[in-house]
Nanobody
C-alpha cells in the first residue's frame, strides 16, 4: 500500500515562499510519477505540478509556472514543491499524489494514491 505524508504548509504573506514535501513509503519510489494538486474552498481540485519517476521531466499549471518548482530525491523517497512569489490566490489545501508509472499525469483520475493534504494560506 502506498502512503503519502505531506509536510510544510502554513501561513505566509504575499510574495513569500514555502516548501512542501511529500514522503512516500516503500522501496520503489522511482517507479512512481508524482504530482501536486490543490483545492481551494468551493472549487474543484486542480493540477499544480508533476514530475516523472526519474525527475527528468516536469510539468506545471500555467498559473504557477515560473514561481513553483517541483523536484524529487529518490534516495529519500520524497518529492518537493518549492513555492515562491506566493499570491493570495494560491491559498488552498495542497495534495501530493502518486501513480504507479514513471510518466506523470495532469488530471486527478490518473493518480490512485493521495496524501491527506496540507493547508497553505497566503495573506495579502
Amino acid at each position: 500500500q502506498v502512503q503519502l505524508v505531506e509536510l510544510g504548509g502554513g501561513l505566509v504573506q504575499a510574495g513569500g515562499s514555502l516548501r512542501l514535501s511529500c514522503a512516500r513509503s516503500g522501496r520503489t519510489f522511482s517507479n512512481y510519477a508524482m504530482g501536486w494538486f490543490r483545492q481551494a474552498p468551493g472549487k474543484e481540485r486542480e493540477f499544480v505540478s508533476a514530475i516523472s519517476g526519474s525527475g527528468s521531466f516536469t510539468y506545471y499549471a500555467d498559473s504557477v509556472k515560473g514561481r513553483f518548482t517541483i523536484s524529487r530525491d529518490n534516495a529519500k523517497n520524497t518529492v518537493y514543491l518549492q513555492m515562491n512569489s506566493l499570491k493570495p490566490e494560491d491559498t488552498a489545501v495542497y495534495y501530493c499524489a502518486a501513480r504507479n508509472t514513471i510518466i506523470p499525469g495532469t488530471t486527478t483520475p490518473e493518480y490512485p494514491y493521495w496524501g491527506q493534504g496540507t493547508q497553505v494560506t497566503v495573506s495579502s
